[in-house]
């Protein structure tokens, strides 16, 4: 048969296949729930973007982008300086990570990028009905949230650990000095803090928070009070002399089995579970993006977390599918995204967020469609799904069968997704991090862990599986590929993004964002901004929010018009605004140097030199 003749059958098949699904979904307003923001919002704030000659640090608080400056400046590594930088996060940013949380980190070394997993484990005792009522219907989404059975295993420092291994400059007791000297001096309580602790209505339920973030009155300490930290401080010091194995052994370990064991829903975590943990070295999930600027293509490396991140395989297929589909007219009117490009690109979010409930879960547990994640990134069948879009709104997307895969898993259900915090960071030997890290909802699980009763403070533990999916099953038996299973990593959004030019290889962006499952839309705003339209990571980020969980059109809150609004009304969209509070971090390569942007939605910045 003629290779053309061939070609056409391949891609008619390949087209027919994207076009099924193994099980129809819900209709989508059956199907979907309204999306709560990861942490509420509490203003614009707008930020100048910042130059840099040498190295810079973006984080999402000034005093931990200092410490991280303060590194760099000692001569530390990319990774030494990220280290730093989460340790005082851990302490001033607290209703975002720390300590007893996760994260996910992507390094490049000036020739290669590694990706490093400290994704929070299910312990050994949880299961596929961990957030099942006695009635087996799954438990209300706070309630599981506040029980000892959300609590996962920590993860972030036994990873930081490796990586400073392998990639540490500086002496890992000297990147505890900066959190050390706030936690024992104090710190002044921010805006954004006070505002999140004052709306919180769970927090100061727990005593050993309600001691430490509010007031005799139950009223949270006011902008400006030196809040200070000295449990957190103690269990610092543990670890800088004792390493990672201070938090996972010993007093320390014995006190968050304590606080996972307590009521409501006592959670089965145990010593053995903490002492076990280890963190994986993964393959970083890469894939090639011509960006249209102005006519001229710009061919570029994206380089992500592979699952149990979901967000690059995501980011990779909404860029494919827009790349793939002709606009109807231009993308931007007046700097602000365009109606026709928010219809495809919403189109492309449905499709490509089908195929993540469908497939993407922990790799250890779960076998990727047709035997590789890049199934999923395959430009023949991304051209395929690209044919489902069209001139209306789609009253369904289904998942695809990237390759002709069948899939024996059910797709998991509609679930609220909490939020991280981000940090780039890139040192003046051209090393970089980009390193999304999280305990999940703002507060994660509001237990609050204590050594000493006597010493204030302590440090707030994860919720990170409910991450996972609280049905393990369809009405059919068929499994959700991301449901709960002992030792298991819960699917994350999490998206650090390294961007390489693809020709010479050189570094140009490391970015992400928290944000829930919006992290996919914040992260892929910030590069189609920078690679399709031509603006710096601080325009990019300025950019007003959108994106789609499947449902409806969500737009950033008075930030689109309403002639927008109508005109995605007409193609069969139902619209929603809201807040959507990103907290992009990103740094850019220029011909002099680096220039970094920060969200002004929250606190952050960028220091460098």
Known sequence: MHCTARHLIATLALALLSACTTQPPPARNDRYTFPDQPESATGLNPKPGWAFSHQAVAAANPLATAAGLKI??????????????????????????????????????????????????????????????????????????????????????????????????????????????????????SPRLHAL????????????????????????????????????????????????????????????????????????????????????????????????????????????????????????????????????????????????????????????????AQYVADPDFVSPPAGHWRSLLDKGYLQARSQLIGQQAMQEAPAGRPMGAVSR????????????????????????????????????????????????????????????SFAPADAQGRPVANRVEPGKRPRSAMSPILLFDKTTGQLLMSGGSPGGALIIHYTTKLLYGSLNWGLNVQQAIDLPNFGSLYGPVLLERDRFPESTVQALKARGHQVIELDLTSGLQAIEKTPWGWFGGADPRREGSVLGD
């Open 72 to 189: 760099l400046q000692a001569g530390g590594s990319a990774i030494d300086a990220a280290i730093a930088v989460q340790l005082v996060l851990g302490l001033v940013e607290p209703q975002s990570s720390g300590i007893g949380g996760g994260a996910l980190l992507l390094h490049f070394d000036g020739q290669k990028v590694s990706a490093y997993d400290g994704r929070e484990t299910a312990p050994v005792g949880a299961g596929p009905a961990l957030f099942l009522a006695d009635n087996g219907k799954p438990l209300p989404f706070d309630e599981a949230v506040l029980s000892g059975r959300s609590v996962g295993v920590p993860g972030a420092m036994r990873m930081l650990e490796a990586a400073h291994r392998q990639h540490g400059v500086l002496p890992w007791v000297r990147l505890f000095e900066p959190a050390i000297q706030w936690a024992e001096q104090g710190f002044a309580v």
């Open 409 to 468: 898993w059910s797709p998991m259900p509609d679930q609220t997704e909490y939020g991280t915090s981000h940090i780039s960071v890139i040192d003046a030997q051209g090393r970089a991090v980009a390193m999304t890290t999280t305990i999940e909802a703002g507060f994660g699980s509001r237990r609050m862990v204590t050594t000493d009763p006597a010493r204030a403070g302590g440090f707030l533990l994860n919720n990170q599986l409910t991450d996972f």
């Open 197 to 356: 602790l004052q709306a919180d209505p769970y927090l100061k339920q727990d005593p050993v928070a309600a001691r430490f973030f509010y007031n005799d009155q139950g009223q949270a300490w006011p902008v400006g009070h030196v809040l200070r930290n000295p449990e957190y401080a103690h269990v610092l010091r543990r670890m800088a002399s004792e390493g990672s194995r201070a938090l996972h052994e010993g007093a320390v370990a014995q006190a968050i089995v304590q606080r996972t064991q307590a009521p409501p829903l006592a959670g089965s975590l145990s010593l053995q579970d903490l002492r076990g943990y280890q963190p994986r070295q993964r393959e970083a999930l890469c894939f090639e993006h011509s960006a249209r600027m102005d006519t001229h293509p710009r061919s570029v490396r994206i380089c992500g977390f592979p699952p149990p991140s979901s967000g690059t395989i995501a980011i990779g297929q909404i860029l494919a599918l827009l790349a793939n589909t002709k606009a109807q007219g231009p993308e931007r009117i007046d700097a602000l995204p365009s109606s026709d490009f928010v219809h495809r690109y919403t189109e492309a979010s449905r499709l490509a967020f089908s195929d993540r």
